[in-house]
């Protein structure tokens, strides 16, 4: 069981948008706007996309965007291209457990 | 630009340790200012992080793990590297290094190595 909650999978069409979104606690995505999010292709590293909740990397297209309300987070793709078929993960500062960081457990983005 | 490469044995014996060892180029691991960090994908699975290492030595550990987990640093190869002991088939994944900041955020990463634990 990860400690944050996302769903399965999601899927849209090329030029919609979609939203992923990563549930947590007080403890970590609640209290801190330290979330980031990573897309991972098969076989491929994660990639950071998102950190501090909103902001992009350098080369990241601002066709991805992040946000966070309460203790969700949420990652959003708009345009939606074919190569944004990926895995996506979230991930956020916790100060439970004296974990440092944790992940949620993935959605898979199928682009139609 | 920062790359990181693990390296270390493919097939580890169930009780034996895991050894794995990250080589950073192009930045120093001394410069300071990131957390150096072992994760782990399980196959099919999602990310766990195991722990990190700071330039000056200072480790943390992921509690269910913690027993089990050794992370060093040689600033002068500019690497850092993972021990697990007494490895079991559970401890079967993809290790990847990666350079996190202290707004927990991994902005490198290595291209991962699977360790396999089997007889």
């Known amino acids: 069981q990860s400690a944050l909650t996302q769903p399965a999978s999601v899927s849209g069409s090329p030029g919609q948008s979609i939203t992923i979104s990563c549930t947590g606690t007080?403890?970590?995505?609640?209290?801190?706007?330290?979330v980031s999010w990573y897309q991972q292709h098969p076989g491929k590293a994660p990639k950071l996309m998102i950190y501090?909740?909103?902001n992009r990397p350098s080369g990241v297209p601002d066709r991805f965007s992040g946000s966070k309300s309460g203790n969700t987070a949420s990652l959003t793709i708009s345009g939606l291209q074919a190569e944004d078929e990926a895995d996506y993960y979230c991930?956020?500062?916790?100060?439970?457990?004296?974990?440092?960081?944790?992940f949620g457990g993935g959605t898979k983005l199928t682009v139609l | 630009q920062v790359q990181l490469q693990e390296s270390g044995p493919g097939l580890v014996k169930p009780s034996q340790t895991l050894s794995l060892t990250c080589t950073v180029s192009?930045?120093?691991?001394?410069?300071?200012?990131?957390?150096w960090s072992w994760i782990r994908q399980h196959p099919g699975k999602g990310l766990e992080w195991i722990g990190y290492?700071?330039?000056?030595?200072?480790?943390y550990y992921n509690p269910s793990l913690k027993s089990r987990v050794t992370i060093s640093v040689d600033t002068s190869k500019n690497q850092f590297s993972l021990k697990l002991s007494s490895v079991t088939a559970a401890d079967t994944a993809v290790y990847y290094c990666?350079?996190?900041?202290?707004?927990?955020?991994?902005?490198?990463w290595g291209q991962g190595t699977l360790v396999t634990v089997s007889s």
């Open positions: 990666a350079r996190g900041r202290g707004d927990t955020a991994m902005v490198n």
């Open positions: 192009g930045g120093s691991i001394s410069s300071g200012g990131y957390y």
């Open positions: 290492i700071y330039y000056s030595g200072s480790t």
């Open positions: 007080s403890s970590d995505v609640g209290g801190y706007n330290y």
């Open positions: 501090e909740v909103s």
């Open positions: 991930s956020s500062y916790t100060s439970s457990s004296t974990l440092y960081v944790v």
